[in-house]
């Protein structure tokens, strides 16, 4: 089991892994911008497809499973695809809706943030019309995949990978490299918290389906809505109603805000702790089959021994198999160890050392990477920022 190697090599390679994900993420992003009109809108569809697929699954998946060589059942179960209920599922999808609403505020409120230092929004359009397979095309490329791909790299891999640092160490690392490989200073606000979010129910329920469910209903609610407003349903351009009308009347527009956010709070709250509550006793009642079998297993190996043991011997100083027993002396016993527990401390002491210089190695180089990754994108960031100022 992947669990059962060496912390310190397992946190290693996760942390090389995800570093060689963000230099390859960040190579085809400056090579997409470049060649931006020779690849075409169809290309970029392409390019995000095998990125998402390639690049934030595969990639990490099989590097990880072959570093660590373990079995493709023992990888995803390290990376937490571990069933959860019907109920937490539809409890998912309603937190997912939870989320939107909250990702609209939260992205609206660091958008005109940064806009007051004299960032200009980017605007990308698509000159693809507006039908049910580019909707479904979409769909794919910002739902579906995102939500399997990215999920599985930093709720499964790099937090899981990460999780000798503690509980919050790990959800913040996980946290803020979701938002950073983003590579956009305008998705960085957002997609932050909603990592970090994703990261405590990840950690709390012990299953990545969840936060796949959540990260899917929050993109996909936003390509639905972008699909409306092309089609110039009511429903794609109610948020510019809403908008306008809260504009108009700034008074009313704040108090509105204000409680409609304290609603979406307090929803997203009991969501998730019904999760975490409905993943604890899932968990618990399988754990409680498990630990059931083992029990009489262990009892029927526990009679066997007692029969095989059940069989006297009148004869001194011979085993059940006639095989002599010899008696050691205590006295010379216990000179031995006396002449031989320096050597034997010594020896034990030497192996513990070369042990923790060696894990310690091993920290500093898993250290190197995890910061050499959050540098990098961090850089990128930081640069959409500045471009954005120009």
Same mark, same amino acid.
Do not use: W
């Given at each position: 089991m992947v669990e059962n190697r060496k912390i310190d090599k397992v946190n290693f390679y996760t942390?090389?892994?995800?570093?060689? &994900?963000?230099?390859?993420?960040?190579?085809?992003?400056?090579?997409?911008?470049?060649?931006?009109s020779q690849i075409g809108v169809y290309g970029s569809y392409i390019i995000s497809i095998v990125t998402q697929v390639g690049l934030l699954f595969l990639l990490p998946f099989l590097l990880f499973k072959w570093l660590n060589k373990a079995k493709t059942k023992e990888t +995803?179960?390290?990376?937490?695809?571990?069933?959860?209920?019907?109920?937490?599922?539809?409890?998912?999808?309603a937190l997912g809706v939870i989320v939107f609403f909250l990702n609209v505020y939260v992205s609206s409120f660091f958008n005109s943030l940064i806009q007051l230092f004299g960032y200009k929004p980017s605007t990308s359009t698509t000159s693809l019309p507006a039908t049910w397979w580019v909707f479904l095309l979409n769909l794919l490329c910002t739902a579906i995949l995102p939500?399997?791909?990215? !999920?599985? *790299?930093?709720? $499964?891999? *790099?937090?899981?990978? %990460?999780?000798? /640092?503690?509980?919050?160490? @790990?959800?913040?690392? @996980?946290?803020?490299? #979701?938002? /950073?490989?983003?590579? %956009?200073? !305008?998705? +960085? +606000?957002?997609?932050?918290?909603? $990592? *970090?979010?994703?990261?405590y129910i990840c950690w709390c329920t012990s299953s990545i389906y969840p936060c796949i469910i959540v990260h899917f209903m929050n993109n996909a609610i936003s390509v639905f809505l972008s699909f409306a407003r092309a089609k110039g349903w009511a429903i794609g351009t109610l948020f510019s109603y809403i908008s306008e009308f809260l504009t108009a009347n700034s008074v009313l527009g704040l108090v509105m805000f204000i409680l409609f956010l304290c609603l979406l709070v307090m929803l997203a709250i009991e969501a998730t702790k019904f999760l975490i509550k409905d993943s604890f006793n899932y968990n618990f009642v399988a754990k409680q089959k498990q630990l059931t079998s083992m029990?009489?297993?262990?009892?029927? #190996? %526990?009679? &066997? !021994?007692?029969?095989?043991?059940?069989?006297?011997?009148?004869?001194?100083?011979?085993?059940?198999a006639g095989r002599h027993v010899v008696y050691i002396d205590l006295k010379d016993f216990m000179d031995f160890v006396d002449k031989n527990m320096k050597n034997i401390f010594d020896e &034990? =002491?030497?192996? =513990?050392?070369?042990?923790? !210089?060696?894990?310690?190695?091993t920290a500093v180089k898993s250290k190197i990477f995890l910061y050499g990754a959050i540098a990098l994108s961090a850089i990128v960031t930081i640069m959409t920022f500045i471009w954005g100022l120009l």
């Open positions: 942390n090389l892994i995800y570093f060689i &994900v963000v230099v390859g993420f960040v190579v085809i992003r400056i090579l997409c911008s470049v060649f931006a +995803f179960k390290f990376f937490s695809y571990k069933k959860i209920s019907f109920k937490s599922v539809l409890v998912a999808i939500a399997i791909c990215e !999920e599985t *790299l930093h709720r $499964g891999m *790099l937090l899981k990978g %990460n999780s000798n /640092l503690g509980m919050k160490k @790990s959800i913040i690392i @996980s946290g803020v490299l #979701f938002g /950073l490989l983003h590579l %956009n200073i !305008e998705q +960085f +606000f957002y997609a932050t918290i909603i $990592g *970090l979010f994703l990261g029990f009489i297993r262990q009892a029927y #190996f %526990n009679d &066997v !021994e007692n029969i095989k043991n059940q069989q006297p011997t009148n004869v001194k100083d011979v085993d059940y &034990v =002491e030497k192996i =513990e050392t070369e042990k923790q !210089e060696s894990q310690d190695q």
